[in-house]
């Protein structure tokens, strides 16, 4: 098992007081630690973290927004005990105290290729509201398809989300939608508290089908209006018997947790 993740750094190292990425491997079969092979502190600060799993190629891809060292969202991999080298970066931007731009997202296997897709949303430090990423990347961690704003110019914000394969080079987008700027203090994305109003919320999911270049193929479903909310805190969508899956709580301060199962069927 692999585990990625961030904290703070221990007393009496380098690095104490301060906080980065964290990557741990356990034994599957022991549950044990197996410290040669976990590796930490590659990005300073690690805002947010992302990890998948492709098991073709037997791959862990992770990713850190770091908003100093580096000021980027920067992929990784993991295989059969290597970490590799290479490294695929979207340019970023932070002042070392905790805002920076990337929102959330997700990292998905994509199985016929033994690579990766992933969806985050990003915005520039700058004058800009958080748009929707798409990017896929090789099993050795280089950029097939650049990162790619899925809904550019005036399209207003979307803050997400996760992705699920439907094969054949095509992807299930999931995000929120808002006309208005969602994230005012990009300090607050650090503590996933971004104050988003109840009424986005509850009504900005969306579902949308991408192919593999990233280009959108019809128009997104507002998952909302069929009664299947996606709210923004909401970073998971699994696949499912006959289709696609995501659980959410109706409410702040509710205690009802919903299950909601897409079932997808094809036309011509």
């Given at each position: 098992y692999v585990l990625h993740t961030a904290g703070q750094c221990r007393d009496g190292e380098w690095c104490a007081g301060h906080q980065g990425d964290i990557t741990q491997v356990l034994d599957a079969a022991t549950g044990e630690q197996i410290s040669s092979e976990g590796k930490d502190w590659r990005a300073s600060h690690s805002c947010k973290q992302m990890i998948g799993y492709n098991d073709v190629s037997n791959t862990f891809l992770m990713a850190n927004a770091g908003d100093y060292y580096p000021k980027d969202v920067q992929f990784i991999g993991y295989r059969n005990g290597r970490h590799l080298g290479a490294q695929a970066r979207f340019p970023?931007?932070?002042d070392g105290t905790g805002p920076q731009g990337m929102t959330q997202g997700a990292i998905k296997a994509d199985l016929a290729t033994g690579g990766f897709a992933t969806v985050y949303s990003f915005a520039p430090e700058v004058g800009g509201l958080d748009k929707l990423y798409f990017a896929t990347i090789s099993k050795d961690v280089a950029f097939v398809q650049a990162?790619?704003?899925?809904?550019?110019g005036p399209s207003g914000t979307q803050i997400g989300g996760n992705v699920a394969s439907l094969g054949a080079g095509k992807w299930l987008v999931a995000?929120?939608?808002s006309s208005t700027d969602l994230v005012t203090d990009y300090l607050y994305i650090f503590f996933d508290d971004w104050?988003?109003?109840e009424a986005v919320r509850t009504s900005g999911g969306r579902l949308a089908i991408v192919d593999s270049s990233g280009n959108l193929l019809g128009e997104p479903v507002d998952t909302a209006a069929l009664g299947a909310p996606f709210p923004v805190e909401v970073n998971h969508?699994?696949?499912?018997?006959?289709?696609y899956g995501w659980i959410y709580m109706d409410g702040a301060g509710k205690?009802?947790?919903k299950l909601v199962q897409l079932r997808c069927r094809r036309t011509a």
């Open positions: 970023g931007w932070g990162p790619k704003q899925l809904f550019p995000y929120t939608e104050k988003v109003p969508l699994v696949e499912r018997p006959g289709g205690d009802t947790v």
